[in-house]
């Protein structure tokens, strides 16, 4: 409470530190941290893009990753590789296992 019985109101403290705002922050959020503007946002949305449509093409995965991708733990993509029940490739027998993101696509489909 301040000294006239009211509550601190979090928008006039916003506002007296909008002189001083990081560039890109345009307001200040319930809690007093500062919140991105909406062109900002957008501006590092757009530039992310084509970098995540880069990353998301038909590469290839690890046997980690592929376990993210398909939301299993390791120890069950090791399982479903050892049985041939998850596409795969290997360089040779014993080798890495490699996932394709289109394979592991298609094998959560079916």
Request: hydrophobic share 40%; glycine share 8%; net charge positive.
């Given at each position: ?17 909008d002189l ?91």
């Amino acid at each position: 409470m301040s000294a006239n019985g009211h509550a601190p109101n979090v928008f006039v403290r916003a506002a007296r530190r909008d002189l001083s705002m990081p560039p890109g922050f345009a307001r200040y959020d319930a809690h007093g941290q500062p919140s991105l503007s909406r062109d900002l946002a957008e501006e590092i949305a757009q530039r992310l893009a084509p970098m995540l449509r880069g990353s998301g093409g038909d590469g290839w995965m690890d046997s980690a990753a592929a376990a993210v991708y398909v939301g299993r733990p390791i120890s069950a993509i090791r399982k479903l590789t050892a049985a041939r029940q998850i596409p795969f490739e290997q360089t040779s027998a014993g080798a890495r296992c490699y996932f394709r993101r289109a394979d592991l696509d298609a094998w959560m489909q079916s």
